[in-house]
């Protein structure tokens, strides 16, 4: 009989040393079998640090380091792509709270100190996608979230006490380390020029932004761009135009501009600044039917080895709204001239310009044709001191009476329509 009492004195020895042990362990429903654990402690989704300490100490053992160092490494490699929240519970009887909170603290000061921090802090290697140079991977900084709880065993049931695979939680601290990159990076993470949908308007033109249709990137918590400060300037009344009359600047072909607007922007891309931008910011003009028919598009400076040169952009017939718009698409480095031009071919010239005399004459043109300068002008003076356009450059024009003014009030919404015409 006395020897069956000490065999289960030992067992329960045994048991005891077993339950008061630290360790790692991945939360699983199910045992792991030992040949799958490499694989479970690759970067793991969840994973627990317990920890014991002696009898009314509250400092981590010193034969704990190893564990402290291993759940270190673990949750704070840049390398992993897990980004870890982490908890620290303390579990015990309530009699102890002061005691449980030290202990608490004390493995919280591990974790600062090991970073030579005040608080837990991650610098990782973070994928992103950047509007302007795609995908690509940034060293982020965060402060580790982290939540403090003590808990009273007498008061929780008995699934509470028990981490899942059977490891009993009483009189320990438990760390979980959690795989959350929204809580570490933020719900809305991510820098967006401009920060929301955006309609900038002058008096005829409007300009429709997209949230980051100027900058973005996706998934990143460093610091933003200040918001973007734009601005149009408008030169769309004919009278002015004709009167100082000039040819879109192009090294080879006869571009005839009927107004322009100047696009200002606190915030510029360079051409070979970025590796990827799409043309996604639109811009609009009121036009007639008239301009639409005799072939007016909306030309921009685009950029290429052999320098920047004004090209026809897409331009989209919009349909539907109070007044009869056409649309083009420019990217951030195109914040500068925009004309509503139409090219001609050297045989066409005389079919728009009548022929000046000298190039002092009032908005004459100097255009080399098969080599040889000659001068044009868009209009002339009749008797009664008005202007005479030929058909073809009037229909260009647009000249509409004050009172038939409706400029569109259409939103950031309205700027692609089903119905909408790409001219060709």
């Known amino acids: 009989m006395k020897k069956s009492l000490i065999f289960i004195a030992a067992v329960l020895a045994c048991a005891m040393s077993v339950a008061q042990t630290s360790g790692l362990h991945i939360p699983s429903e199910k045992p792991i079998r030992p040949k799958d654990l490499p694989k479970a402690w690759t970067n793991p989704e969840v994973f627990c640090l317990q920890l014991f300490f002696d009898e009314g100490d509250s400092a981590y053992r010193e034969a704990d380091l190893d564990l402290l160092d291993s759940a270190y490494m673990t949750a704070f490699d840049r390398e992993s792509p897990r980004l870890y929240t982490m908890s620290i519970e303390a579990y015990g009887d309530a009699h102890n709270y002061e005691l449980m909170r030290a202990r608490v603290e004390s493995v919280y000061r591990y974790f600062t100190m090991r970073g030579h921090e005040v608080m837990p802090v991650r610098y990782a290697f973070n994928p992103i996608h950047c509007s302007c140079h795609g995908d690509t991977v940034e060293l982020v900084r965060f402060e580790v979230p982290t939540d403090k709880q003590i808990y009273d065993c007498a008061e929780l049931p008995d699934s509470r006490k028990i981490l899942p695979p059977g490891i009993r939680l009483e009189n320990s601290v438990l760390v979980t380390f959690r795989d959350n990159p929204i809580e570490c990076l933020g719900g809305n ?21 997209k ?65 990827f931008l799409s043309d996604s910011i639109f811009v609009r003009f009121p036009v007639t039917e008239e301009q639409v028919e005799s072939g007016l598009r ?57 022929t000046a005399d000298s190039p002092t004459e009032q908005g004459a043109v100097t255009i080399f044709v098969k080599g040889e300068e000659r001068y044009y002008k868009p209009f002339r003076i009749n008797n009664k001191g008005e202007y005479d356009f030929k058909k073809p450059f009037r229909a260009m024009l647009r000249i509409v009476e004050a009172e038939e003014e409706e400029l569109n009030e259409g939103g950031i919404n309205s700027f692609q329509n089903d119905g909408d015409e790409e001219l060709e």
């Open 298 to 354: 909306v030309f921009g400076k685009k950029y290429s080895a052999k320098g920047p040169e004004y090209k026809s952009l897409p331009t989209k017939k919009i349909k539907g709204g109070p007044v009869l718009m056409i649309q083009g698409a420019i990217n951030p480095t195109m914040f500068d001239t925009i004309f509503l031009a139409k090219r001609i071919k050297e045989d066409e010239i005389s079919k728009y310009l009548y």
């Open 211 to 275: 949230k980051g249709s100027i900058y973005s990137v996706r998934n990143t918590k460093d610091e933003c761009p200040p918001p973007v400060e734009l601005s149009i300037e408008e030169h769309l009344d004919y009278q002015q135009m004709v009167d100082r009359y000039f040819l879109v600047p192009h090294r080879r072909q006869i571009i005839l501009p009927v107004g322009y607007i100047v696009l200002h922007s606190s915030f510029n891309r360079q051409p070979d600044e970025c590796q």
């Open 189 to 209: 993470s991510g820098c967006f020029l401009p920060a929301q949908d955006s309609n900038i308007r002058a008096y005829y033109t409007q300009v429709i932004l």
